[in-house]
């Protein structure tokens, strides 16, 4: 099955920096790479997700960037806010596997003002 | 007016109970889900139900079966509870491939 990992398991940063986090996938077959945004005692949200078939997005200060052939994927968050800090997901799936998103396991970003 | 609803929000129970977390979302999605997510964030996948049909059983001891009267409802039932089981779940609902997961408010288990 898919195995989803994600590197730093922590970032902290000064407001203003920026911040990347990176995913490796092992399934050569997933297609679809979410990314959540969790803060402290609330329900995962999706910020920004990509397709196969695109190797960049962008929306505001946030972008994330795939490479297929190397199966890595990365998030991107520009002039971070202190609102910016929260555990970050990264997952990858398809519909074969049932639809199934697996999760890598969290980057808890800190942004110090 | 929320999308995916889950409760209770919070359970604290003995070991040994059994117990039921309940969820509906109004988002019209076919394909539902239960994560748990332990003390460490790691989020993992349960169940998925596609339209009342079992389509994903990961490696979940069978204390934990899942029920889907229709496709708007999926609910966890747990029986013989155990101390491992403490741990935040969180229902989901996409409404397809490649598309935005929806997740309830989260359910925090504890059993002491």
């Known amino acids: 099955g898919e195995n989803v990992e994600q590197h730093p398991s922590t970032l902290s940063v000064q407001e203003g920096d920026s911040a990347v986090i990176k995913c490796t996938y092992s399934?050569?077959?997933?297609?679809?790479f979410p990314w959540y945004k969790q803060e402290l005692g609330k329900r995962p949200q999706l910020i920004i997700d990509i397709r196969s078939n695109v190797g960049e997005k962008k929306d505001q200060r946030i972008a994330v960037t795939l490479n297929k052939t190397a199966k890595h994927f990365s998030l991107h968050i520009t002039e971070t806010q202190p609102e910016d800090s929260a555990v970050y997901f990264c997952?990858?799936?398809?519909?074969?596997?049932?639809?199934?998103?697996?999760f890598g396991g969290g980057t808890r970003v800190l942004v110090k003002p | 007016d929320t999308a995916v609803s889950q409760t209770p929000k919070y359970l604290v129970t003995q070991m040994g109970n059994d117990k039921s977390i309940k969820c509906e979302q109004n988002?019209?999605?076919?394909?539902m889900y239960w994560y748990k997510q332990d003390s460490k964030k790691f989020l993992k996948i349960m169940f998925s139900?596609?339209?009342?049909?079992?389509?994903i059983n990961e490696t979940v001891p069978n204390r934990f079966s899942p029920k889907s009267p229709d496709k708007a409802h999926l609910n966890l039932h747990i029986n013989s509870l155990e101390l491992g089981d403490s741990a935040v779940y969180f229902c989901?609902?996409?409404?397809?491939?490649?598309?935005?997961?929806?997740f309830g408010q989260g359910t925090r288990l504890t059993v002491v």
């Open positions: 988002l019209g999605h076919d394909t």
């Open positions: 997952a990858a799936g398809y519909k074969a596997a049932g639809n199934k998103l697996t």
């Open positions: 989901a609902s996409i409404r397809g491939e490649g598309s935005e997961a929806f």
């Open positions: 399934d050569s077959a997933s297609n679809y």
């Open positions: 139900y596609n339209n009342k049909e079992l389509i």
